[in-house]
């Protein structure tokens, strides 16, 4: 064993090897990513080879010039899958990796954890989720990061554009250790065809919101956020609160992070019949007992969601297939659904984010390389059928949301029947409705955190720290945010039952500022006082309070005309990066596509030290209270209680307040 860890460290500090490694074999029993358009020209795929080969020795060039071409012909991009690694890639312990700073060993692990193949959507192609969410662009952007994170100290800062390490910088010891941009491409030009140019190219990224930032911990993730919205969209169908059992969500998608909703919903209590047309993917699911039962045949599945319906099971359904003759069936099956939603990636809707009825997974997959302009018209008519069958459905009760995936956007642009009178769309994102005035607008959002030392021990006593803290706040918060609480106290009392880690040891979630503070003080002493063994990682997804301006999924319920802009998301990760972070990120695209929003991230160490303790205390709390002032000031009522009651814990604070106006003078005036 000890050989072997020797051998990994001397790997990684090799970075890109002098001598060539052997040609990749294609592995076909793992999930790819889909092929690429052919969006190059000639002299740009000239372009492109010059801009590969630039990692590389002049010796080799000959040899890996025809190689790489290959590979950009064959799958549309270059991988350079000669040059992955031959070691396991997975959330090791942090002293399993070679280092001259804590920080930066810490690092590798997060990244590490983001292309282990438990976790990752296409781990060949270094994509994490989302089908097009990376970590790097190519195995020689991993090897030289890697070499760089071990050879840094800290009193230097590596610097990440769109996954190229451009190289480690004097700093000092307060500066981040590592500083990411992905995709921040000058804004007219980043369409969707822009970014598959760019990335052909070589130059830029779709770093997602917590792929190409390291923050990703396995569909566990998005299982807290999903499980709370499934309880809060209860509790609007049913003012009384009594609970799920017995209701019916459906929805779509068992990826990277739609693969968190059968589990979240049997959390939840429901009944949830997910559809999911990569049968790998479902497999998958299947296996790690995210999904408890497949179904292919929608005639077999009609009667077991009856049953299961009228026994209140809580349950989680796959339906392998397509979403739109899953939603189609139920129409004309007259089954009341409850809950409606979409988690297909319909963010990246041309190039295997959402898959058109009538095709099978295959066929579709075909149909992108060698007709992309049919295959969208497919794609546009599939999200009408799909509408028809939701606009049925909604008439007879159903409560449909859209989930943050671009599902209103794209069914808007294919001209399906989405919009009212005033070019509104008839549903709402599930911001608006649930997340947004519920959580957001108090400060609540998906703190997460890592055992570094990669033991479940470890875990388990940060599960019992993040317990204690929680009912020790709950005994004198406020009546607006105790159900806020209380369900945190739930999750977490039940996070290990219900088997939520793939990869690292992490865990998830929503605290306000208070609750973020108070867990990682308490985090830090006991890594100080030697309770927990090794250093832990604390951060959050982009989907947050601050961190995203996404003017259809998170900021979507900012209602004062500046959901379209993104000065939060900037000075979010600004002030994060003087206050304390260990790395900040910055992203075009993430959730809802290239060009549609700009999103803000953050890792810290916690390492028992005053430092750290220092560092905590003044980056989480503007890391929260930046959205809530922006969110105060666009006139949110919950956001405007939560601003007030910070500044009175805090005097330094100072925000500015609106003035409210009535709205009879508004009225009053002449337009």
Request: net charge negative; proline share 4%; hydrophobic share 40%.
């Amino acid at each position: 064993m000890q050989m072997s860890i020797e051998k990994f460290k001397s790997d990684i500090i090799q970075g890109i090897p002098d001598d060539l490694p052997e040609p990749y074999t294609y592995n076909s029993g793992l999930n790819h990513a889909p092929k690429r358009k052919d969006i190059l020209s000639q002299a740009e795929k000239k372009l492109a080879l010059r801009n590969a080969l630039r990692y590389f020795d002049k010796k080799h060039h000959a040899i890996l010039a025809p190689e790489f071409l290959s590979e950009l012909k064959t799958y549309g991009r270059i991988y350079m899958y000669r040059f992955m690694p031959t070691y396991k890639i997975t959330a090791r312990c942090i002293d399993d990796f070679p280092h001259r700073s804590k920080p930066a060993a810490a690092i590798m692990l997060m990244l590490s954890n983001n292309l282990d193949h438990t976790v990752a959507q296409h781990p060949h192609e270094l994509i994490t989720y989302g089908g097009n969410g990376a970590v790097f662009q190519n195995w020689a952007q991993y090897r030289l990061t890697l070499k760089y994170l071990a050879e840094m100290n800290d009193e230097q800062t590596l610097v990440l554009y769109s996954g190229h390490p451009m190289g480690l910088f004097p700093s000092h010891k307060d500066a981040p250790r590592v500083v990411v941009s992905n995709g921040m491409v000058i804004p007219n030009y980043s369409k969707p065809d822009d970014w598959e140019k760019f990335n052909a190219l070589g130059v830029s990224q779709y770093g997602q919101m917590t792929a190409g930032s390291f923050m990703y911990i396995g569909p566990q993730g998005i299982v807290h956020g999903t499980t709370i919205t499934l309880m809060n969209a209860g509790r609007i169908i049913d003012k009384s609160n009594s609970g799920l059992g017995g209701k019916l969500f459906v929805s779509s998608g068992l990826g990277g992070m739609s693969g968190a909703q059968p589990k979240a919903a049997v959390i939840a209590g429901v009944v949830a019949v997910i559809a999911e047309i990569n049968p790998k993917v479902v497999e998958t699911r299947h296996t790690q007992n995210w999904v408890d039962e497949v179904f292919e045949n929608l005639d077999e599945l009609i009667p077991r969601i009856r049953t299961a319906v009228a026994n209140k099971e809580a349950v989680s359904l796959a339906y392998q297939g397509n979403i739109v003759d899953l939603w189609i069936k139920l129409a004309a099956e007259n089954i009341t659904v409850d809950l409606g939603s979409d988690q297909t990636s319909l963010h990246n809707p041309w190039a295997g984010g959402y898959y058109p009825v009538g095709l099978n997974f295959d066929q579709s997959q075909k149909l992108i390389t060698d007709n992309p302009d049919q295959f969208k018209q497919e794609v546009q008519e599939s999200l009408r059928l799909q509408v028809d069958a939701i606009n049925k459905l909604t008439a007879k009760g159903m409560y449909f949301f859209d989930y943050g995936n671009a599902f209103l956007l794209e069914a808007g642009r294919a001209k399906a029947d989405i919009f009212m009178a005033d070019s509104s769309f008839k549903y709402p994102s599930y911001v608006q409705d649930i997340m947004g005035p519920m959580c957001f607008d108090f400060g609540f959002g998906p703190f997460r955190w890592v055992c570094t030392s990669s033991d479940p021990e470890d875990l388990d006593r940060t599960d019992q720290i993040a317990i204690d803290v929680l009912t020790e706040i709950i005994k004198d918060a406020p009546t607006e945010i105790k159900q806020q609480i209380s369900d945190n106290l739930t999750w977490v009392r039940e996070a290990k039952k219900n088997q939520l880690v793939v990869g690292s040891q992490a865990r998830i979630l929503y605290a306000d500022s208070e609750g973020r503070i108070k867990i990682a003080e308490a985090f830090n002493q006991a890594v100080k006082k030697g309770e927990i063994t090794a250093p832990i990682v604390i951060g959050r997804d982009h989907h947050d309070v601050s961190g995203t301006d996404s003017p259809y999924r998170e900021t979507s319920n900012i209602y004062d005309g500046s959901s379209f802009t993104a000065d939060m998301a900037i000075h979010n990760v600004i002030g994060d990066a003087f206050r304390g972070a260990t790395w900040v990120s910055i992203h075009n695209g993430g959730g809802v596509g290239w060009g549609e929003v700009i999103n803000g991230g953050f890792g810290m160490v916690l390492d028992g030290s005053e430092d750290s303790d220092r560092r905590l205390k003044s980056m989480l709390f503007w890391d929260v209270n930046n959205g809530i002032s922006r969110r105060s000031w666009a006139r949110n009522d919950g956001a405007m209680f939560a601003v007030k009651r910070a500044m009175e814990n805090n005097p330094e604070l100072k925000v500015t307040l609106p003035n409210l106006v009535d709205d009879k003078i508004i009225e009053k005036c002449q337009f």
